[in-house]
T-cell receptor
Framework: RKEVEQDPGPFNVPEGATVAFNCTYS??????FFWYRQDCRKEPKLLMS???SGNEDGRFTAQLNRASQYISLLIRDSKLSDSATYLC????????????FGSGTKLNVKP | DGGITQSPKYLFRKEGQNVTLSCEQN?????MYWYRQDPGQGLRLIYY???????QKGDIAEGYSVSREKKESFPLTVTSAQKNPTAFYLC?????????????FGPGTRLTVT
């Protein structure tokens, strides 16, 4: 079983829609979580960090559910520029700071 | 500007040749990482280093080697023993000692071996 799992998508949504992705993790000892955005053939860029129950930054909200071991990313008022692959990562916050990445969820925002 | 640089952006090699990928950071981060990404897949950890002169194998270290002689630099050598070296290679760094666990990535090197 993979440490972090994501629905690969693609999620095809119209501009202005609200879309949510889930990411499940298997290790209950995971302490912190991260969402990255990756454009085609580019490096992942950090979108949001989640150290407690959730985080919000403008149109983006991340929520952590420790009981069910998943983290979600909600994007409101989708823009064409939000089209990308979104990677979820979990880590144990130990000395190694090893990240476990999901395979990513692809989002296509259509006009 | 602080950041992570990787060079070259694209690299082409013949099978059987070793190749070294460069990674430099000026973020003053202690920890550095090498990942490999294949199409449609997530990032897989090759090697990581927490401090200078120390590094550990990740999940797929076979056929790779690294060094960490300076805090700023963490080069990765892809040897001829690596069975499927063609991939997108990403270097990252972080500073977990400051309770900031985020990893930041360089622009990557796309290696093609024929």
């Amino acid at each position: 079983r993979k440490e972090v799992e994501q629905d690969p998508g693609p999620f095809n949504v119209p501009e202005g829609a609200t879309v949510a992705f889930n990411c499940t993790y298997s290790n209950s000892a995971s302490q912190s979580f991260f969402w990255y955005r990756q454009d085609c053939r580019k490096e992942p860029k950090l979108l949001m960090s989640v150290y407690s129950s959730g985080n919000e930054d403008g149109r983006f909200t991340a929520q952590l559910n420790r009981a069910s071991q998943y983290i979600s990313l909600l994007i409101r008022d989708s823009k064409l520029s939000d089209s990308a692959t979104y990677l979820c990562a979990a880590n144990l916050q130990n000395n190694f700071n090893k990240f476990y990445f999901g395979s990513g969820t692809k989002l296509n925002v259509k006009p | 500007d602080g950041g992570i640089t990787q060079s070259p952006k694209y690299l082409f090699r013949k099978e059987g040749q070793n190749v070294t990928l460069s990674c430099e950071q000026n973020l003053n981060h202690d920890a550095m990482y090498w990942y490999r990404q294949d199409p449609g897949q997530g990032l897989r950890l090759i090697y990581y280093s927490q401090i200078v002169n120390d590094f550990q194998k990740g999940d797929i270290a076979e056929g790779y080697s690294v060094s960490r002689e300076k805090k700023e630099s963490f080069p990765l050598t892809v040897t001829s023993a690596q069975k499927n070296p063609t991939a997108f290679y990403l270097c990252a760094s972080s500073n977990p000692g400051l309770s900031s666990y985020e990893q930041y990535f360089g622009p990557g090197t796309r290696l093609t071996v024929t």
